[in-house]
């Protein structure tokens, strides 16, 4: 259970980046910590927080958003996208004086969801990404699994400690602050299904009006059960009984609320990216647990359903533990999915800007066999071995180098102390 507030490691994003971008975005889902965050970095600066989820501050800043925005750099404000204008003011005021560092601005829904948000400061903004906290974050260690891979170093193979039990409890608590300290199973569930209600009822509803409200939770649930797959959107339209326009539509106003991200395929052109299918992966592995209706102790069964959920809800885990790493570092990555014609694949690639490439597989078994290498080799052929670093991210203890550039490492290694 957390029991006080945890250090995040995107406020180190955020001090680096002030030093040079006019407007920074803290951006990521209802709950997850950007209010936390963002008054820790205004407290730091002696500045005071214009939240906009406050009724009475959102009605004087609607009346007079220039007054109230005009304030000592940086000014910092919360939910900003529930009054719209501030983001003319904003770039008025960037016009006056265009120095870095002027604004920070927290929202709960995908920037650029309300295109004329997006355009009015394009070119100004740098978005940072507030995820669920990570399990380095949950245990006070300072992770640089990713950033040290990104430097060239070699994966640290030292044996871990962990059980499959201890994964599954992992993958059901996911990241969330607030169900993460409540007290039992029954709380949380309950914490997780208002949680849904109030982003599907609130935060969509500013987005657009939704003709078939009804739909959006069981979308939801259609969406969780498919977490780790690829997004078969004429499927997914099928077993809800709606046309595939509705369902895409939906999807996206599910992505913009930060319920799901789709991860990209990856390939070595344009047109490679292009013609293949995304990923579709929820955001926290907690509220897809939920929405599943499985627990821990499901999980655990020795029981083809179970062992499927695990697989996809484990592949989901890593990948997010993965992505919010690679998204504290400076370097910006190139990440994607990867996968062949004839069903070679790797569940993630990350590409560094010299064409080098980091391509991670997650198996839910205690250790590897020969065939969970195919992806991973098949994309060194395709690209030069030179060029690839291959980690198979399994759920044993003992970690190896397999042969030239791929190694076998416990997923419980992603959070361990550099």
Request: charged fraction near 25%; hydrophobic fraction near 45%; charge should be neutral.
């Amino acid at each position: 259970m957390l029991r006080r507030a945890v250090p995040r490691r995107a406020a180190e994003t955020v001090n680096r980046r002030l030093e040079h971008a006019q407007v920074l975005v803290l951006s990521g889902p209802r709950a997850v910590g950007k209010s936390t965050l963002l008054r820790e970095l205004a407290t730091a600066r002696s500045r005071s927080i214009l939240d906009l989820d406050d009724p009475a501050t959102r009605r004087a800043v609607a009346a007079d958003p220039r007054h109230l925005l005009d304030q000592p750099r940086p000014v910092f404000l919360d939910e900003f996208a529930r009054v719209p204008e501030v983001v003319d003011v904003i770039k008025r005021l960037l016009n006056q004086d265009g120095a870095p560092g002027q604004f920070v601005l927290a929202g709960s829904t995908r920037y650029g969801t309300v295109p004329a948000v997006a355009q009015a400061l394009t070119g100004r903004v740098d978005i940072v990404p507030v995820w669920p906290l990570s399990q380095g974050e949950l245990h006070r260690r300072r992770e640089a699994f990713v950033e040290r891979l990104v430097a060239g170093d070699a994966p640290d193979l030292e044996p871990v400690r962990g059980t499959r039990a201890e994964l599954a409890a992992a993958l059901i608590a996911g990241g969330m602050p607030m169900p993460l300290a409540l007290p039992n199973p029954a709380a949380r569930s309950r914490w997780f299904d208002q949680y849904l209600n109030l982003t599907l009822e609130k935060d969509v509803a500013e987005i657009t009006k939704v003709r078939r409200r009804v739909l959006l939770p069981r979308l939801a649930a259609a969406a969780a059960r498919r977490t780790a797959q690829l997004l078969n959107v004429a499927d997914l339209a099928r077993d809800l009984d709606i046309d595939r326009s509705t369902a895409e539509d939906y999807l996206r106003l599910l992505e913009a609320v930060f319920l799901h991200h789709v991860l990209p395929a990856w390939g070595t052109t344009l047109a490679a990216r292009a013609a293949a299918t995304p990923k579709l992966h929820f955001v926290d592995t907690g509220l897809a647990a939920r929405l599943m209706r499985v627990t821990s102790d499901k999980l655990m069964l020795a029981q083809p359903s179970a062992l499927q959920q695990f697989g996809h809800l484990l592949e989901t885990f890593v990948v997010n533990e993965l992505c919010k790493q690679a998204h504290w570092l400076e370097e910006p990555l190139d990440v994607g999915h990867w996968r062949t014609h004839d069903g070679q694949e790797v569940d993630l690639v990350m590409e560094r800007s010299d064409g080098s490439v980091l391509a991670f597989e997650v198996k839910a078994a205690p250790d590897v066999r020969n065939e969970d290498l195919r992806g991973v080799r098949a994309l060194q052929r395709r690209l030069g071995a030179d060029q690839v670093t291959g980690i198979v991210l399994h759920a044993g203890t003992e970690g190896w180098r397999v042969d030239d550039g791929v190694y076998a490492v416990p997923i419980a290694r992603l959070w361990m102390p550099a």
